[in-house]
């Protein structure tokens, strides 16, 4: 065995694969929000011109994993890793469809962007491609109806809710020289603090993405502030106060200014949002999209980290990146059958230096 | 890069993990028919001692993970690849809840025993991993109420519709000199034949295998007649015998009587299985267990390879075998959307000598 293991759980590359080209895509309204300039899709029609918000899903992934290979001047991919929120993961399954792809589903609820990545790089990393492709989604109207109600219902939303990202994102890793590169990853287990409350998931994901972001700082023997940005994928307001909290009373390294969650970067909450390097200047310009705790999905951290954060680190506004998904592991059964519900999170420190 | 490629789509492992140890869990149906004595655990209640059939799906896995677990003296593997057919896969969430095993969620559907054992070869083969361990299940209460009707309507099936077994399997590979070994694997794609007929997976899902069978001896050279055993997940009576029309039209290598499917080989089906080498002397002896087409589910594949199959191959019964399940990729609202089935397979070969 070639040890790549650093600690209990956090694995180094020995040739850390690159990230070769990133692409996302978004709704209307991800279009009317602080990230709209991040975006290389955006379509006013929630439909992407199909039939169904499902189908539209799958035109979602499909537009994401061409965009970003017609970036990397490549015709296909060795491998596409992807997965989303639908039953049975069809938002993957019909928009790979015709495509010839090799591909591996995966699932990992709204942690699918930073599994698949990791999943990807380890193919690149461990000899069986010369570069992959990672990629998921999520629709808001697709979401409320297969979760929580039909959208005719007009149900109202708890502040805790979070705003399911009608958007995809797909990254392309590979051998390449050109930063930035996918140097570590911290594997995910199920964590389950007994949370019920299907509105509520950044409280469910939180313990989490505590569990697997103190592992990492154990493990690498990096504090938080060696990274530049340390985003989770989307713990919303509550999920990431929480997180906080959660370091701050375990002891462990506080979590500083340069943590925040793709759920609060990508939609405008107006003065909700305590200021944040990263959410700040961005929220004020566009006012409240009535979000309540901020944006969830697949799609959500997948669109942040394949748009904004992969951009910033290509312009060098970031050097250190630590992305960290989360996933609630749950189903609409589950949560009727009084369950509660279990979660993961999965953590991938992209850096310009190797 | 170290190239593992052979072919278009076809990987040999540099150092070919070994299979430590393997379970399998059946309910009733599955303890009354030929491989009854194939089984680890068998139990008469459906729901394994819990209150729901989904609940009884986790603790399924749990038994098999525990079981190959115990029999590879082993408190815990590196990592876990599992997912299963329920909605947002909580078969393996669930189960894996309170293991604190590191675990990477998949979705093939019928295909994910072999997906995830790729996956966790993979992750040893790559330098990853000493040891992972690829699981699944699938439960007939549960898979009837999710993508056809509440059992209580006692709905007619159809003469093509396959029984979902209730079982789960759990194979364990890592670093070892002892066999049997996975020494190959050829990906899988979508393909798409434009069936639409949700009672017939079978003929759904046999052009995918035709697919990457195809591919899989095209790429390594190999004839069919290598393997001792070619053995499909769940294609059952009719879509194993549109294979077989599929390489006898297609001008390719014909499947000899070394083929068979993991869903002629679980029930009995009386007189109406045309004798093969594999399946005809065990279903005599169990009448008709009025299952239609055979047997089908991610449970299907799971629990016949982590039985019957690695059993027979650490006694020397069998020496090569190819091991290629797939998976309808669909789901009850594609299919209401007048989609047609999606589907992909995966192929994986396992040797005694590597």
């Not at 899709?41 to 499902?54: A, K, V």
């Not at 591909?103 to 491609?129: K, N, Q, W």
């Not at 930063?179 to 995910?188: D, Q």
Request: glycine letters at 12%.
């Amino acid at each position: 065995m070639i040890n790549k293991k650093l600690g209990e759980r956090t694995f180094a590359f020995l040739s850390p694969p690159s990230v070769l080209a990133s692409a996302c895509v978004g709704g209307k309204k991800e279009g009317e929000g602080p990230l709209r300039g991040e975006f290389d899709i955006l379509n006013e029609d929630s439909f992407f011109g199909m039939e169904t918000w499902e189908k539209a899903e799958s035109e979602m992934q499909r537009l994401a994993l061409s965009e970003a290979l017609k970036k990397a001047d490549m015709a296909s991919p060795d491998f596409v890793f992807a997965g989303d929120l639908l039953n049975q993961c069809v938002g993957s399954a019909f928009g790979l469809r015709g495509s010839g792809i090799p591909f591996f589903g995966v699932y990992g609820a709204c942690s699918t962007m930073a599994e698949s990545l990791i999943l990807a790089s380890m193919a690149v990393d461990g000899g069986f491609a010369s570069n992959a492709a990672a990629m998921t989604s999520s629709h808001f109207c697709g979401a409320e109806r297969q979760f929580r109600f039909p959208l005719e219902y007009g149900g109202q939303r708890t502040p805790t809710a979070q705003w399911t990202v009608t958007g995809a994102g797909a990254v392309i890793v590979g051998e390449s020289a050109a930063p930035p590169y996918i140097t570590r990853f911290t594997s995910g287990r199920i964590v389950d603090a007994g949370i019920r409350d299907a509105n509520n998931m950044g409280a469910a994901m939180a313990p989490a993405a505590y569990d697997t972001l103190s592992a990492h700082f154990n493990d690498t023997g990096r504090a938080p502030d060696y990274y530049d940005l340390i985003v989770t994928g989307d713990l919303g307001a509550l999920g990431s106060e929480l997180l906080r909290e959660l370091f701050s009373d375990g002891g462990g390294p506080r979590l500083g200014k340069n943590y925040t969650d793709c759920g609060l970067l990508i939609y405008s909450r107006g003065n909700a949002d305590k200021p944040n390097r990263f959410a700040a200047g961005k929220t004020a310009e566009s006012g409240d999209q009535d979000v309540q705790a901020g944006g969830s999905g697949c799609g959500c951290g997948a669109s942040v980290l394949a748009g904004y954060i992969l951009r910033a680190m290509k312009k060098g506004r970031l050097e250190r990146v630590l992305f960290a998904a989360t996933g609630a592991m749950m189903s609409s059964l589950s949560a009727q059958q009084g369950e509660s519900i279990p979660s993961i999170c999965y953590a991938v420190s992209i850096e310009n230096h190797a």
